[in-house]
């Protein structure tokens, strides 16, 4: 399949510019959520046993705190497939200018350029499993 060089420069543009967006609001409310109760969602990243997820998730039972984490985790699953996309969109952008005809790297660089996608998947699956542990 192919796409036109403005239209996917059109779409690496949006979708960096969107993950930007909603990365910019998920620092200021995880913040917002850090003041109120002590932990962040960005701390659940350095998190290792259940124990410390359980004792997140009892700080957070409170009302506006579980809203605020709530709002973030509903960001998050914004942000995954926005950076999946952007980060997607380059990658294609950079095998169209260093691999314009087909050959091994070409190949090697379409397959990287699916990397992306791939992460996102997986941080997908992360986030499952720590909502599993709370």
């Given amino acids: ?17 969107l993950a930007g967006a909603v990365f910019a609001v998920l620092g200021t409310l995880d913040s917002r959520l850090r003041t ?8 659940l990243q350095g998190f290792v046993t259940a124990a410390q997820y359980d004792t ?3 700080t957070w039972a409170s009302t ?5 984490r709530v709002s973030i985790w509903g960001l998050i699953n914004l942000f995954i497939p ?11 952008i950079i095998v169209e200018a260093f691999a314009p005809s087909a050959g ?3 190949r090697i660089l379409a397959m990287a350029a699916f990397a992306p996608v791939m992460a996102a998947g997986l ?9 599993t542990m709370l």
């Avoid at 506006?64 to 605020?68: H, S, V």
């Avoid at 926005?82 to 294609?92: D, E, I």
């Fill in 56 to 58: 997140a998730f009892h």
């Fill in 1 to 17: 399949m192919r796409i036109a060089k403005a239209n996917l420069n059109r779409k690496w543009l949006a979708s960096t510019l």
């Fill in 82 to 92: 926005l950076c999946g996309a952007a980060l997607f969109y380059s990658g294609v």
């Fill in 123 to 131: 941080d997908v699956i992360e986030n499952a499993l720590h909502v």
């Fill in 36 to 43: 109120l109760s002590g932990v962040g969602t960005f701390d």
């Fill in 64 to 68: 506006p705190i579980c809203r605020a």
């Fill in 104 to 106: 091994r790297l070409r």
